[in-house]
């Protein structure tokens, strides 16, 4: 036991020597903005890390061929002025017809950003046809590592050794690119992370759609594209493309969509402007540099007004009023919550899509809120009769579904960590109220924390992605509930393989999702959970410090703006997504898993005294209740972007403003009032 500890104690110490560094050189760190020939220019500790490239300020793409911009033309500024706290530069381009008038006005903010609106006027005889407008600006260092909020988490490497078809993937060699609709990232920034972890620069947008575009629907697009020595932060008016094909939307789950002749029109005298904000800043080493622009876009879109969404209450007797219809007499002791409608099949599921074991928690905690009679009782019915369920002793795995009279399946450790939790939650809470027989439960957790444990401590351990890690909560839980020290060593073990895996971001949290094989929110929320669980149960600062690097992941696939939405049932309802999160990196639609992390958020708010936290898990829990219909009932699957998994799905323009209401599993009502639970827990009511 002693040799992996002194293998990720070297690397702990590793990653606190950066820290540290970074820490007493922050106050010394240099960031400016220059002018040079009236073109800005990003500083970062004396060292030029971000200007415009060589050939021009103003980049414009005058021809379509083999689907992508073709024919180029470049412009300099040839004038300057200054107006209050503004530089504005002027040139033109000479286009068939006419002239194209070009502007950027540029202002440093307080906190030291630079914030442009470049202006595209066409003034000509006709109409310019089939031009792309861009904004370009390079990056200097070679096998830049990029972040793209919800999309590309570094390459995407751990979804790569999966499928590198399916998925975004990019390794920062010459000629690869990643460039995606504006409306598909949560947060609308593309950020490129110098290699050795010195530096990094953001580029943030404000999302619209382009005028004059040939595709309906169509918007800007934003991403990262590679050069042999550089890297390219760019904003086209519509072309997208990556895994270096052109023109093609990330729009199913197993495979692109072409997406082509994305160019617009101009007619003379019209105005086209883009908003953009860029930031170099110096990093505390590598995987890090996506930290600082999610707060940044937080502080962009200030994604904080819950009181336009339903109320807390509201929201817990709705989803509990729907729950009571999933409730199953299966005969003798079977019972339990029904993981699908009932016309459709009748299946009691432990974790993932079923959570068939949080009501033994969270009704716990919301009795007296509830006040329904018929709470005890199916607590602890429910609750014994998932204890039925037989641990293997070698790992752990308990079969998770109970169906046509038998539990069914090995189990895998997504469901099975998550059930552990809410039984280790449920018995918790028993313990201080002393209103249930708890024995079953104490069992039943005890043997499959045992066999977890003995999986996790014997020397051939090596996960293959960060599923495990929902075993590192219900350990940390276990090993105070019964006062066991090797409950503790797993949990700890387990939280140091993951931080040493990941907190340099050389493979990002990954495959805690059962649908998908790649970098993904649920993967990035068991790391969250546990480091944060750990930090709680053991107060150890180190903890804290994982816990903050994890939940920003998480934070990253929040939605932070109000998407628009084309005529569909998303716009019927007026539907507004902040607050909402992007599933993963292959399935691009958005969901209310949000909610169950909601309580997390809000806690680190507490922790590291930023009020912004707090306020955002307000709004994450209660916008999920959107598009809740009068039954209580809620679909899974809303199509933000040009992306579906259900329905009709054969034309990528129509793919978007879509909405599958009839995947109803359990788990879209049980994380709403876990959460419930876990607020409650905190005296807090969102």
């Not at 199509?639 to 034309?651: I, L, P, S, W």
Request: with cysteine; hydrophobic share 40%; glycine share 8%.
């Amino acid at each position: 036991m002693m040799n992996w500890k002194k293998c990720l104690n070297a690397n702990r110490i590793k990653m606190f020597c950066l820290l540290h560094a970074f820490v007493v050189c922050a106050a010394f760190a240099q960031r400016e903005i220059r002018f040079r020939n009236d073109i800005p220019v990003l500083v970062v500790d004396g060292k030029e890390v971000a200007s415009v490239p060589e050939e021009g300020l103003w980049s414009v793409a005058a021809g379509w061929e083999n689907d992508w911009m073709a024919d180029w033309r470049h412009a300099r500024p040839s004038a300057t002025e200054k107006s209050g706290e503004w530089t504005i530069v002027k040139g033109q381009m000479e286009l068939q017809g006419g002239t194209l008038l070009l502007r950027d006005a540029y202002r440093i903010t307080a906190d030291s950003l630079l914030h442009c609106v470049r202006r595209y006027e066409w003034q000509g005889t006709a109409p310019l046809q089939g031009v792309t407008l861009s904004v370009r600006w390079k990056v200097a260092g070679a096998a830049l590592r990029p972040f793209l909020p919800g999309i590309l988490y570094y390459g995407n490497k751990n979804g790569a050794k999966v499928n590198d078809r399916i998925i975004p993937v990019y390794s920062g060699a010459e000629g690869e690119l990643a460039v995606f609709e504006e409306h598909r990232y949560p947060m609308p920034f593309a950020m490129l992370e110098d290699n050795a972890g010195r530096y990094a620069v953001a580029l943030h947008t404000t999302p619209s759609p382009v005028r004059g575009a040939r595709r309906q629907d169509q918007w800007w697009s934003m991403g990262v594209e590679a050069q042999s020595d550089a890297g390219m932060l760019v904003l086209y008016s519509g072309p997208i493309g990556y895994n270096r094909r052109h023109s093609i939307a990330k729009a199913l789950q197993q495979t692109p969509m072409a997406y082509t002749d994305t160019y617009i029109d101009m007619e003379p005298g019209q105005v086209i402007e883009k908003e953009f904000v860029l930031e170099a800043y110096p990093v505390s080493g590598r995987g890090t540099g996506f930290q600082r622009p999610i707060y940044t876009s937080l502080d962009r879109f200030r994604p904080y007004d819950a009181d336009r969404f339903p109320s807390f209450d509201e929201i817990v007797q709705g989803k509990y009023r729907f729950s009571k219809s999933r409730w199953m007499e299966l005969g003798g002791e079977a019972v339990g919550y029904n993981m699908y409608d009932m016309r459709s099949r009748k299946a009691v599921t432990m974790g993932w899509c079923g959570q068939a074991d949080s009501p033994g928690y969270y009704l716990q905690m919301l009795g007296k809120r509830l006040a329904d009679d018929s709470i005890p009782d199916k607590i602890q019915r429910s609750l014994d009769f998932l204890s039925t369920s037989k641990v293997n002793p070698e790992n752990g795995l308990f079969p998770v579904i109970y169906a046509d009279g038998k539990w069914q399946g090995g189990g895998d450790p997504v469901s099975c960590g998550q059930a552990m939790y809410n039984f280790a939650k449920a018995i918790e809470c028993a313990r201080k109220g002393r209103k249930y027989d708890t024995r079953k439960w104490e069992d039943f957790l005890q043997a499959a924390c045992r066999g977890v444990s003995h999986r996790i401590l014997s020397d051939s351990w090596n996960p293959v992605s960060t599923n495990e890690g929902f075993y590192i909560a219900p350990l940390a839980i276990a090993s105070r509930l019964f006062k066991e020290r090797t409950f503790r060593q797993a949990a700890e073990k387990a939280a140091a393989l993951y931080a040493d895996r990941h907190l340099q971001m050389d493979g990002c949290y990954w495959g805690g999702t059962l649908d998908a094989t790649c970098e993904d929110k649920e993967g990035a929320w068991a790391a969250f959970q546990g480091f944060l669980e750990l930090y709680e149960r053991l107060g150890e600062k180190k903890y804290l410090q994982w816990a903050k690097h994890a939940m920003d992941v998480c934070l990253s696939y929040v939605v932070v703006w109000d998407i628009p939405l084309p005529a569909g049932r998303m716009a019927d309802h007026n539907f507004k997504s902040t607050g909402w999160t992007v599933v993963s990196a292959q399935n691009q639609h958005i969901d209310v898993y949000g909610v169950l992390f909601a309580p997390e958020v809000y806690k680190m708010g507490r922790y590291l005294k930023d009020d912004r936290l707090c306020r955002l898990a307000k709004v994450m829990y209660r916008t999920c209740y959107q598009l809740t219909d009068a039954y209580g009932s809620q679909g899974e699957q809303l199509q933000h972007t040009n992306f579906a998994q259900r329905g009709h799905m054969d034309n990528v323009y129509k793919l978007r403003g879509g909405y599958s209401e009839n995947w109803t599993v359990f788990w879209i009502t049980a994380h709403f009032l876990n959460a419930a639970a876990r607020f409650t827990e905190m005296g807090v009511e969102p």
